[in-house]
DNA sequence: TCTACTTACGAACGCTGTTCGTGTCAACTG
DNA sequence: CAGTTGACACGAACAGCGTTCGTAAGTAGA
């Protein structure tokens, strides 16, 4: 029996296997939104170290080659991603006498948005923000800033700001939390933090000792809430 | 000739090769220092994404598995290296009267450390604030900012939110700037994003439209002195 | 019915971090 | 001085990564 014969009966097999399948279906194509909604479950799971284009592929039941007819790159992916988390966030109707408060609630949901993927805020860090649904949000924050009476310069650098911070209290809550996917970082309870604290010599480090108590403070999000509500009433 | 003779005849060649270079010296040891040091030459030239362990060990003529001996892992390495940064920045002794100005200085020196190592900061994101050479500086801050009268537990959260939005800034920045090794991020210069913020639709953009100057503005740390002195102007 | 074109994907390339087992050299010990 | 021990160095390999290429398959138009 030769390759060609071999691989001919091979054929035969799966259209007499394939028998039964038929009425079940095709399988379904693939399409950005899939690619998008399977990315976004694995994240989720997993965390965004291990969100790998293989995975994404596995997970679609193909090979990895596949998605490139779709998605120019793992960067796009990324985009993409921010980008649908992006649409889900609500922009209020400005009202000027709580602008304040807006803002701030526009801000928590994109924490908790990044916060429920674990670490995507890093591709939100690199991801360009000239992603249109990125601009729809700072569009609505500019427009609640505005009417509140701040200035538009300030408003542009607030806004800037606030995306910023965001971002980047996400990305280390996700990573304290998560276990990364690989790199070993140990997650410490409050408790033994600051034990660790109260550890180092009061010589060199007189103030962190005595304050040890306030570093790891918070119940939630309240570090959250401190920051922003300071870059709100610096305006 | 078999293998046995052939091998031998190849350390005879080298042995033979080695009578020149005899005097010249036998290869410097390696240790955490080097490793550290040549690490950071890398990321300096070429960005932090090009960071990587088996690079570090061709620049010490080395193969990577001779890294491992004296750092766990690359993780490790980059702990050491944000610790490395850390230990440059300069605390000045508290002043009462300019705790301000201290405190806007050592983010700035900070800053500008990331900034000369394009992408680092990302590394400063994931390693644990508990490295002994970050809590020196947070040390510092703390102190300058008790001096300055700030109550201690609004102190500690703003360090902490100052050190994210420093973080934040310098790897936004760094993406900005440098081609990201792989990531095709595009760098778009000014003239040119302010002509793509134009070209949105005034019906659903329209703040954005009306400011898009303002959005992308700012000489030099503009955004980021904007956004220091909001957080340290609402304490 | 034949052709052009989009979509799908197996196989491979070059790269990554990390581990294992072996080799090599320096210094301490008897 | 000879012998042993222990730390250090490193070649080779593994599994996994993003990405590309060439080809197969299926669909729509002529």
Redesign the pocket.
């Known amino acids: 029996m030769n390759r060609k014969s071999a691989s001919a009966r091979d054929?035969w097999a799966a259209q007499i296997a394939a028998l039964d399948e038929q009425p079940a279906a095709?399988?379904e194509?693939?399409?950005v939104g899939r690619i998008v909604d399977t990315a976004l479950r694995l994240v989720e799971t997993d965390g965004y170290a291990?969100?790998?284009?293989?995975?994404?592929?596995?997970a679609?039941?193909?090979?990895?080659?596949?998605?490139?007819?779709?998605?120019?790159?793992?960067?796009?992916?990324d985009d993409l991603l921010i980008g649908a988390l992006g649409k889900r966030v609500a922009l209020p109707a400005p009202d000027a006498e709580r602008w304040r408060a807006q803002f701030a609630d526009v801000c928590g949901q994109l924490r908790d948005e990044f916060l429920r993927y674990p670490g995507i805020a890093q591709a939100a860090l690199s991801a360009a923000p000239k992603n249109l649904d990125t601009l729809r949000i700072t569009e609505g924050m500019l427009g609640i800033l505005l009417a509140g009476g701040v200035d538009p310069q300030a408003a542009a650098w607030t806004i800037d700001a606030a995306l910023l911070y965001v971002s980047a209290y996400t990305v280390e809550a996700s990573l304290r939390r998560h276990p990364d996917g690989?790199?070993?970082t140990r997650v410490v309870d409050r408790a033994e933090a600051l034990a660790r604290l109260r550890m180092l010599p009061m010589s060199r480090f007189p103030h962190t000792v005595e304050h040890a108590d306030k570093i790891g403070a918070g119940e939630g999000h309240d570090r959250f809430d401190f920051a922003l509500e300071l870059l709100l009433r610096g305006l």
Chains 1, 2 share one sequence.
């Open positions: 054929e095709r399988k194509p693939i399409t291990s969100l790998t284009m293989r995975r994404v592929a596995a679609l039941d193909t090979g990895p080659a596949s998605l490139y007819a779709h998605v120019r790159n793992k960067a796009e992916l690989g790199r070993d």
